[in-house]
Nanobody, 120 residues
Framework: VQLQASGGGLVQPGGSLRLSCAAS????????MGWYRQAPGKQRELVAD???????KYADSVKGRFTISRDNAKNTVYLQMASPKPEDTAVYYC???????????????WGRGTLVTVSS
């Protein structure tokens, strides 16, 4: 199973950006999907996650600005970032709990990370 994230880059404060992360490989189903981030000198933190049923959870710092969604047919999770702030600058990682076809066991997989820089 591989996760490929895309969509990072430079965005101005108050702008918008959408991150995508697609999973491929021996996928039977995907339970939770999420986005984490790690800023320089800080620990990785949860940004948002979404269950297979569509329930979402957000870090307080992004509530009302970021929206997580998923497309189960495409095995893809999205993070729509609205009104980003300089403090949102970080490497963003996607995470998925994947049930594999060959053993029907659930494992947590990470994407490589995509850099988001919020600056004018």
């Amino acid at each position: 199973v591989q996760l490929q994230a895309s969509g990072g880059g430079l965005v101005q404060p108050g702008g918008s950006l959408r991150l995508s992360c697609a999973a491929s490989g021996s996928i039977f189903s995907i339970n939770a999907m999420g986005w984490y981030r790690q800023a320089p000198g800080k620990q990785r933190e949860l940004v948002a996650d979404i269950t297979s049923g569509g329930s979402t959870k957000y870090a307080d710092s992004v509530k009302g600005r970021f929206t997580i969604s998923r497309d189960n047919a495409k095995n893809t999770v999205y993070l729509q970032m609205a009104s980003p702030k300089p403090e949102d600058t970080a490497v963003y990682y996607c995470n998925m709990v994947v049930v594999r076809t060959y053993d029907r066991l659930a494992y947590s997989y990470w994407g490589r990370g995509t850099l988001v820089t919020v600056s004018s």
